[in-house]
Structures are given as structure tokens and as C-alpha cells.
């Protein structure tokens, strides 16, 4: 037995968080990247208790469109139904249980099981089995035995769609809260929808889910594990005198500049920093006609800033290098999968399009200059985590300049976030997902108790 | 009927790029691509179709100009990136050579690619790539006015860069 399972026994998953607000000291057990148990435990408490993002509906845009994805271990799939609402069904035939949808995307009127040809329509009702009078008695055939099984909740805000395994959740903007004004911001700027730009990205990273969803709102990082990045870039712009949006914006990571973080409740986060060269973005050129649409705060927050949030436990929305759609699933306690897109104004002119698409993959891809030494590091953090003897990984910094509630910013916008801090580079939000993880954890647990 | 010597004289320029960035002689790799070369690894929709208009899709890399590359090479000889750093060791098996066609616009040629890249902290990981190259003469010499490579693997195993594909 180690040291983690006997606390773990005494004082239930309380004892992983060192959380002393008194005393300025926010600590995790750093068992909690690598104990299998919690994985265990994080699935059924988290992942498959509550809203988990599922797609952007743009991914299911049509009748019949589907998307195969996971709740947690579950596989699931998310299907456009012909009155135009979307449905989600485990994604397991009713009959013997065979995965049903098995590419990714895809657009069907019916689906039909790969393995005995057992037939569903999108309402997830089983219309034929093969070979069915020969098979049982009329009066012992009841085809509604074979549906298939829906998940307890489905919602989407501003096209993100969740679902949830459970249905005891609160509704899909309570459970999203401040970070509402958040997506608005993303969204709201463009003129029509926004689309999912084609082309995808999948990566697996050695290392606990939780390392990876760390750094997200870890800007910290940023000016040590990416001024290489930087470096290349101006090196690469210099040599060809590049002006414009085909410019990047390296200013957030080459010094200090104006930021601000929040802990949004629920596990969400967010932080944006001051562009320091906002004509940079495809968005600047737009200014104009945004600035009839939106006060001269909501242009500041569109225009001169950077944002950034994570939505607990799998969603990554940001507008930084580009604009950017993450999720990410554990495989394993130290294996996950992460899944990204870039998402983008419809309609928007080709070249600022190609300009949006270049300083994507210069960023976050996994062959970019950025994402594999995010990589890199989360991987080595998880090797790291094994040193039980050092036991804590510290979250507590910019604890002294923690504000209650809203900043002026998230006055501005009309978001009130639990917390509040004058730098993206402090890890108050991280205590957010942190107590978060805690409630959710302990919640569960309960509920196993009965 | 394929032109034989052409043939062996890309396939050993192949051999010889391949050679280059396995002796991470990067500086040199360089100089073989001209001063407007292209550098592209397409990714996969979600239907796992290449992707095929860099202008309105996203690719693994879509480098336009030597300078992107320079600044590729620049990055993972910096020290400054983890990920480059130990920097993985490579070989490079260069197969399946054809010459599709040799135009006023350069020589079109095809290769099979396969890369192990090894480094202790990730251990190995193999990337196959089919290869489109055009090829342009110049002062006597070939030089790489583009390079495309379909990846294999569109589910990627940690990360990757241009020396490991």
C-alpha cells in the first residue's frame, strides 16, 4: 500500500487537495495523475455524472448528419434527427452490442448494425431485425426490446453541444454559469455562424488527463516553454518582412503585458491578456463594422485581447494564436487523446482565412512549433508525478492578489466569475478546477454510499 | 518507357536528402529547396480524406518560402524546445522512386517514406509517407520546389516535425 490509498482511505478524496486559503497554500497530491483507482472514480463521477462537450453543431449541420464521439468510456454518437433536433445515443446496437456507427461522420437516414443487420431510425428506434419471423413468434416479437439507448440529457449553447449520462444535472447554462459571456464573445463577432474549418487534428499524449487539461489555463508556461516558438517565429518574419495579419503576435510571450484570469466556477476557467499587435488577427479588419454592433468595452474584449477558457472537464475554446476548438478524453491514467479544430467565421474573406489557418498550425498542432513541447512537458510532468515522496504539486500562486467575484474586465462584459486576478499567469482558476474535481469526487462517492 | 537515368539521378538525390537530415546536416538539408519551395503535409477531414486546399483547410504543415523551413530548423537547434530536445535520431528509408512526368514546370516524382525516429524519453515511432516532390534544375543540380507528404498515421503519437516525416 502506498501512501495514497491509506489517505485516500482516511480522509476521502478531501485528503488529494491541500486547500488553506488562511494560510495562502493550495496544494494536489500528485497521486492523483497516476493512482488508477481515480481514474476509476473520475469516470463515473465526472465525465459520466455530469455535461461533457460532445461536438459544435456544425459537425451535424444536416438531417441524418452523425458524429461517433465518447462520454467518458462510453461511446456515443450524436445524430441530426429530420425536425431538425439532435439526438445522442450510446453507441452500441440494441441486439448483441456491436459498435453501430463506425466512422466518425457521416449522414444516414437509418443505421444498420454491422454484425446482424438489425435496423434504427434516428430516433434511436430498432425498425427491422433480420430474419425476424423466422427467429421468434409473432407474438414474442417486440422490436422496441432492441432500441437504442439515448443519454439522459442533450443541449447546445451557441452550438456546443453537451450531453450527460445523468440526467440529476442542472440545465446546461447553469451548469456553463459566467462562462456564457465568455462563448458570446467568441461568437457574437461574426456575422453569421461560425463553421468547423476542414481538416482535423488527433494526438495521444502519454499523461494523465488532468496534466494536459492543467495547461490550458496555465499561461505560466507560456513565455519559458514557448519563446522558442517566439524565436522562429520573428526570426521567420524578419527574413520575409511579412506586415499585416500574416504577422504573428508574440508579444504575450516575450514580456509582461496587461492580463487577467477567473476562476468562473463549476471547474470552468478563463483568462485573456492585451494583444500587443491586435492588426495581427483576421478579426481587426473587421473593426469597423463591429464597432456599430458593440459598446467600446465589448470592442476592447473582441479587438485587443486574447481569451481563452476551458470548460470542465473537456472543453478548450480560445482565441490566441488562432481560434481554436479543443477536446480531449482519458484512454488510460496515463494516456489521453486530444481532438482539435479550427473554428471560424462563415464567410469570412479567403485571406484572412488562410492567414486564420497558418498561425493554427504554426501553434497547435501536434507538427506545429508550440503544441509538441506543450506535449513534451505534460509528459514529463506525469513521469514526475511517481515522485510520491515529494508529494505535492503547488498551485498557489497569485493567492495575494486574488479579488472575490468580478474585476473591472468582467464588470465590463457582465460575467461574474468566483474569483478574480490581475494576471493569466497566477493559478487561481486552476484552484477552481481543483475544488470542482473535489466536489465532484466526494459528490460521487456519496452517492455510491447511497 | 520511363526514363531510366533520370529516374537514378532523383532517386539518388533522394537518397541523398534522406542522408542529410538523418546526419542532421539541417543547414545543408536547406539547400536543397529553392528560395520559394513548399513544404506540405496535408491532415485528414474528419471523413479521413487528405485535405487538398491549403488556402481553406488545415494541414499538418503548409510552409510557403525557405525562411518557414529556416525557422523550423532554427526552433529545434535552439536547445529551447523540450520536445527537440534531446533531438530524436532518424532513418530515413527512401522506396518506391517513380518519375511521373519532367515539364517546363520541373520533374515530378513520387517516393514511399519511411521514418523511425528514436529518442530516449518516447522511445520509437515509425511515420510512412507517400512523397510528392517537384523538382527544378538548377545550376546543374536539383532543387526541391515542392515536397508533399500524405502521412499514413493521421493519429499522431505525441508530436512530429520536418525530420520525422
Given amino acids: 500500500m502506498n501512501a495514497t490509498t491509506t489517505l485516500s482511505n482516511r480522509r476521502g478524496f478531501a485528503g488529494y487537495i491541500d486547500d488553506r486559503p488562511a494560510d495562502r497554500v493550495f496544494r494536489v497530491d500528485r497521486a492523483i495523475y497516476n493512482d488508477p483507482n481515480i481514474l476509476e472514480a473520475e469516470y463515473r463521477n465526472i465525465f459520466e455524472a455530469n455535461w461533457v462537450f460532445l461536438c459544435h453543431e456544425a459537425h451535424v449541420r444536416n438531417p441524418g448528419d452523425y458524429f461517433a464521439t465518447h462520454i467518458g468510456r462510453q461511446p456515443v454518437f450524436v445524430v441530426r434527427k429530420p425536425d431538425g433536433t439532435l439526438a445522442c445515443y450510446l453507441n452500441a446496437c440494441g441486439h448483441r452490442g456491436a459498435t453501430l456507427v463506425t466512422k466518425r461522420v457521416g449522414n444516414a437516414k437509418e443505421f444498420i448494425c454491422p454484425y446482424h443487420g438489425f435496423c434504427f431510425d434516428t430516433a434511436g428506434k430498432c425498425t427491422a431485425a433480420s430474419a425476424a419471423k423466422t427467429g421468434w413468434s409473432e407474438q414474442h416479437l417486440d422490436l422496441a426490446e432492441f432500441d437504442l439507448t439515448p443519454i439522459a440529457r442533450i443541449d447546445s449553447y451557441r452550438e456546443l453541444v453537451f450531453g450527460s449520462l445523468s440526467g440529476a444535472v442542472p440545465s446546461l447554462r447553469e451548469h456553463l454559469g459566467a462562462a456564457t459571456a465568455l462563448i458570446d464573445i467568441f461568437v457574437a463577432p461574426a456575422p453569421q455562424e461560425l463553421e468547423i474549418v476542414a481538416g482535423f487534428s488527433i494526438y495521444e499524449t502519454r499523461c494523465n488527463w488532468k496534466i494536459m487539461h492543467e495547461n490550458g489555463p496555465d499561461a505560466y508556461h507560456a513565455p519559458v516553454v514557448h519563446n522558442n516558438f517566439a524565436q522562429a517565429v520573428s526570426y521567420r518574419e524578419k527574413r520575409e518582412a511579412r506586415a499585416g495579419v500574416t504577422r504573428t503576435d508574440t508579444g504575450r510571450l516575450t514580456g509582461r503585458i496587461e492580463s487577467a484570469s477567473y476562476d468562473l466556477g463549476n471547474g470552468h476557467t478563463a483568462f485573456w491578456h492585451k494583444r500587443r499587435d491586435p492588426e495581427a488577427f483576421p478579426i481587426y479588419a473587421q473593426r469597423d463594422e463591429l464597432s456599430k454592433r458593440f459598446t467600446p468595452g465589448q470592442m476592447e474584449w473582441i479587438i485587443g485581447r486574447g481569451r481563452h477558457m476551458t470548460i470542465f472537464p473537456n472543453l478548450l475554446l480560445n482565441d490566441l494564436a488562432s481560434t481554436h476548438l479543443r477536446t480531449y478524453r482519458p484512454l488510460g491514467v496515463d494516456r489521453m487523446e486530444t481532438v482539435i479544430w479550427c473554428i471560424a467565421p462563415v464567410g469570412e474573406p479567403k485571406d484572412m482565412r488562410a492567414a486564420r489557418l497558418r498561425k493554427f498550425e504554426d501553434f497547435f498542432l501536434p507538427s506545429g512549433m508550440a503544441t509538441p513541447d506543450d506535449v513534451a512537458v505534460a509528459e514529463s510532468a506525469h513521469k514526475a508525478s511517481f515522485a510520491f515522496d515529494s508529494k505535492w504539486t503547488n498551485m498557489g500562486r497569485g493567492m495575494d492578489f486574488k479579488i472575490d467575484g468580478p474585476d473591472a474586465a468582467a464588470r465590463e462584459l457582465g460575467f461574474t466569475p468566483q474569483a478574480s486576478s490581475n494576471s493569466w499567469d497566477h493559478e487561481i482558476a486552476m484552484q477552481g478546477v481543483y475544488r470542482r474535481w473535489r466536489e465532484m469526487m466526494e459528490r460521487g462517492e456519496e452517492r455510491l454510499r447511497g | ?165
Avoid at chain 2, 539518388?12 to 539541417?26: K, N, T
Wanted: proline share 4%; net charge negative.
Fill in chain 2, 1 to 165: 518507357m520511363a526514363d531510366l537515368a533520370l529516374t537514378a539521378a532523383v532517386t539518388e538525390f533522394l537518397y541523398r536528402e534522406a542522408r542529410l537530415l538523418d546526419s542532421r546536416q539541417f543547414g545543408a538539408w536547406l539547400d536543397l529547396f529553392c528560395e520559394d519551395a513548399i513544404f506540405w503535409v496535408p491532415a485528414v477531414g474528419m471523413d479521413r480524406a487528405y485535405t487538398s486546399e491549403p488556402e481553406t483547410s488545415l494541414n499538418f504543415m503548409y510552409i510557403v518560402g525557405r525562411a518557414g523551413l529556416e525557422a523550423r530548423v532554427f526552433r529545434v537547434e535552439s536547445g529551447g524546445s523540450l520536445a527537440s530536445n534531446p533531438l530524436p535520431y532518424t532513418r530515413h528509408l527512401v522506396t518506391n522512386v517513380t518519375v511521373d512526368s519532367d515539364g517546363p514546370e520541373g520533374i515530378a516524382a513520387f517516393a514511399n517514406t519511411q521514418v523511425v525516429a528514436f529518442c530516449e524519453p518516447r522511445g520509437q515511432q515509425i511515420l510512412n509517407g507517400s512523397c510528392e516532390y517537384l523538382l527544378r534544375r538548377q545550376d546543374k543540380r536539383f532543387r526541391i520546389a515542392s515536397k508533399k507528404v500524405l502521412l499514413l498515421e493521421y493519429v499522431i503519437d505525441g508530436y512530429f516535425d520536418f525530420f520525422t516525416v
